[in-house]
């Protein structure tokens, strides 16, 4: 954004990265809106209907997520992201370390997924997910699965991994010949939405973020 020239401190447009602030005297804005420090972290779990987009604004008109945060009072980011068709655990925050730390690889941040596929889902299928399958974008993902139920035409299958490529679930499982139907994230980094109605909010306790910033080492 400073290479864009979309940065200023007291209307002086920024040249280059590293400029010192004084956040108590020193105007800085993006694109002409002033921006502050935040004063308050604010720690949420959504439990995300399907779709709804997981961003704060889509140029289509579609529903996001802030439908359902506005009682919040705060603007908060999405950790991460789920697909458009895609219901359950979000975590939104205004805290970007641990936003960061929790999106990044590095920290492996386990996720943990419950699916209805087509079909009856073979135990050969769980080992060749377990093993590494190949993803459009060349990566080899992998994934723990365990079937839970078997229906006349379908399966219900929970897939516990600690990557997050896009649309991996779905890509792991069309590739071994099962698609997807329904993705429920049950959980993500021990945090459920347990008890919790589609759309439905709440804070995350403190027990809960500490637990989160230790995970991370923050």
């Given at each position: 954004?400073?290479?864009?020239?979309?940065?200023?401190?007291?209307?002086?447009?920024?040249?280059?990265?590293?400029?010192?602030?004084?956040?108590?005297?020193?105007?800085?804005?993006?694109?002409?809106?002033?921006?502050?420090?935040?004063?308050?972290?604010?720690?949420?779990?959504?439990?995300?209907?399907?779709?709804?987009?997981?961003?704060?604004?889509?140029?289509?008109?579609?529903t996001t997520v802030v439908?359902?945060?506005?009682?919040?009072?705060?603007?908060?980011?999405?950790?991460?992201?789920?697909?458009?068709?895609?219901?359950?655990?979000?975590?939104?925050?205004?805290?970007?370390?641990?936003?960061?730390?929790?999106?990044?690889?590095?920290?492996?941040?386990?996720?943990?997924?419950?699916?209805?596929?087509?079909?009856?889902?073979?135990?050969?299928?769980?080992?060749?997910?377990?093993?590494g399958v190949k993803l459009?974008?060349?990566?080899?993902?992998?994934?723990?699965?365990?079937?839970?139920?078997?229906?006349?035409?379908?399966?219900?299958?929970?897939?516990?991994?600690?990557?997050?490529?896009?649309?991996?679930?779905?890509?792991?499982?069309?590739?071994?010949?099962?698609?997807?139907?329904?993705?429920?994230?049950?959980?993500?980094?021990?945090?459920?939405?347990?008890?919790?109605?589609?759309?439905?909010?709440?804070?995350?306790?403190?027990?809960?973020?500490?637990?989160?910033?230790?995970?991370?080492?923050?």
């Amino acid at each position: 954004m400073i290479a864009e020239g979309r940065i200023t401190v007291n209307d002086t447009t920024v040249a280059k990265p590293g400029v010192v602030v004084d956040p108590d005297k020193d105007v800085v804005k993006v694109d002409g809106t002033a921006v502050a420090p935040v004063t308050e972290k604010v720690y949420v779990v959504l439990n995300k209907p399907r779709y709804v987009m997981t961003t704060l604004h889509d140029p289509f008109k579609r529903t996001t997520v802030v439908k359902y945060l506005e009682p919040l009072g705060h603007r908060v980011y999405p950790v991460g992201r789920l697909d458009y068709d895609t219901q359950g655990v979000l975590i939104l925050t205004n805290d970007g370390d641990l936003a960061y730390r929790l999106s990044h690889p590095r920290f492996e941040i386990r996720k943990i997924y419950e699916a209805k596929v087509i079909g009856r889902f073979s135990v050969e299928a769980c080992d060749a997910i377990k093993k590494g399958v190949k993803l459009e974008d060349g990566h080899i993902g992998h994934a723990r699965v365990d079937i839970l139920q078997y229906g006349d035409h379908w399966s219900r299958i929970r897939v516990t991994m600690i990557e997050g490529r896009k649309r991996e679930v779905k890509q792991l499982c069309k590739n071994v010949g099962y698609p997807v139907l329904r993705l429920t994230r049950v959980e993500f980094a021990g945090i459920t939405a347990k008890g919790m109605g589609l759309g439905k909010w709440r804070q995350l306790t403190k027990h809960e973020v500490e637990r989160l910033t230790a995970m991370v080492g923050l």
